[in-house]
């Protein structure tokens, strides 16, 4: 499978990454590292967070029917192609990397499209900005 784009649903965290607070998780360290990785290579990385963006979940039918049959053991859920790659974890870089090596290159010199994250800039949570 190769993708453009990629849609994590997050499970309900203090703010779009969970890469903030007193304690923080060191597998979402790794997988925001991961995701950027995986922008860089020209696939298009959207996050949703259950608290911040609920509505996202409810909008996209795979995710919305997901949660009802499964509850929120299945966040994260990993969307890519139209269907679920991943569910219940964070993957890999080997395997975001495995999606996405087909995915098209950017054109030299051109930004590698943003990580999105739910109201806040690409490195997730600012200094003193109050999300966390």
């Not at 995701?35 to 979940?57: C, D, K, M, T, Y």
């Not at 029917?65 to 299945?74: A, D, K, N, P, V």
């Not at 997730?124 to 966390?132: M, R």
């Given at each position: 499978?190769?993708?453009?784009?990629?849609?994590?649903?997050d499970p309900a965290m203090c703010c779009s990454t969970g890469?903030?607070?007193?304690?923080?998780?060191?597998?979402?360290?790794?997988?925001?590292?991961?995701?950027?990785?995986?922008?860089?290579?020209?696939?298009?990385?959207?996050?949703?967070?259950?608290?911040?963006?609920?509505?996202?979940?409810?909008?996209?039918?795979?995710?919305?029917?997901?949660?009802?049959?499964?509850?929120?053991?299945?966040?994260?859920?990993?969307?890519?192609?139209g269907e679920v790659v991943s569910r219940g974890r964070y993957?890999?870089?080997?395997?975001?990397?495995?999606?996405?090596?087909?995915?098209?290159?950017?054109?030299?010199?051109?930004?590698?499209?943003?990580l999105v994250g739910i109201g806040q800039p690409a490195g997730?949570?600012?200094?003193?900005?109050?999300?966390?």
């Open positions: 499978m190769t993708i453009s784009e990629l849609l994590v649903f890469v903030c607070g007193p304690e923080v998780d060191p597998a979402l360290v790794r997988f925001a590292a991961d995701l950027e990785s995986v922008s860089r290579e020209g696939v298009a990385v959207q996050r949703f967070n259950l608290v911040a963006e609920p509505q996202a979940f409810m909008r996209n039918a795979l995710v919305r029917e997901t949660l009802q049959r499964e509850g929120t053991s299945c966040l994260p859920l990993i969307v890519a192609g993957p890999s870089r080997e395997e975001l990397a495995g999606w996405a090596a087909q995915a098209p290159a950017a054109a030299p010199g051109a930004r590698a499209p943003a997730g949570c600012a200094p003193g900005s109050g999300c966390c």
